[in-house]
């Protein structure tokens, strides 16, 4: 796979992550947006998983990484930073078998924290 192509796909699930987030912090658990959000974040996910067995996303200064791969210029990324920063995680890796509501854990935790 070309550094273009897996760009691409950091890129979208960084956005995906960054959107079933700022849902979870808007809307009440149950809402139809949140659920939505977060199946596209699987389907992000699992994109990844085809490729390695586990994503490793990680805030490195001003810059987030995903599996070796910088990523900038991704709408909403710098609330994103803010918001994991502001509860202390610097890491996040998910691993090939993640469940979906392992992942909803995740954004439910990040929302509310």
Do not use: C, K, W
């Not at 700022?22 to 939505?36: D, F, K, T």
């Amino acid at each position: 796979m070309t550094v273009q192509a897996r760009t691409q796909l950091a890129e979208e699930l960084l956005r995906r992550l960054a959107a079933s987030l700022r849902a979870g912090q808007l809307y009440s658990r149950g809402h139809p947006l949140i659920a939505r959000n977060l199946e596209a974040l699987g389907r992000a996910i699992e994109a990844l998983h085809d490729l390695v067995p586990s994503v490793v996303v990680g805030i490195v200064g001003e810059e987030v990484i995903v599996d070796e791969v910088p990523v900038a210029g991704v709408g909403g990324l710098v609330t994103f930073v803010r918001r994991l920063r502001q509860i202390g995680i610097e890491r996040i890796t998910i691993d090939r078998g993640v469940q979906a509501d392992e992942i909803a854990t995740l954004a439910t935790f990040v929302a509310e924290a």
